[in-house]
């Protein structure tokens, strides 16, 4: 594993990441890094824990998440923070695309 902080070069093609489960806990991101990476490599289910949204909100990342078009089958979401507040705490839905 590289140190903290250090460059890797040579990243992946994008075609050969295929997640089947991606769990997220404990950190801040911005709204376009995530989004970008859950539509860059969707993964079958989803799961995140206390990540905090920065500089912008979740609803673009919710909508995402709740569209008929994503391959996220099945989500979990606990203590979804923008800013300062939690937005919802222990949300967990299967097949998402059917709840939409």
Known sequence: ???IGATITGQPSSANI?????RLAEFFVS???LLA???AHP???FSSHHVRV???S???ILEHLYSP???IESYHLDDIVEGSSILMFQVHAENAASIA
């Open 69 to 71: 078009h994503t391959s």
């Open 54 to 56: 920065i500089n912008r």
């Open 18 to 22: 295929k997640l089947d489960y991606c």
């Open 43 to 45: 993964p079958r289910r």
């Open 58 to 60: 979740w609803a673009p």
């Open 31 to 33: 709204e376009g890094d």
């Open 37 to 39: 990476f859950l539509k």
């Open 1 to 3: 594993m590289p140190p």
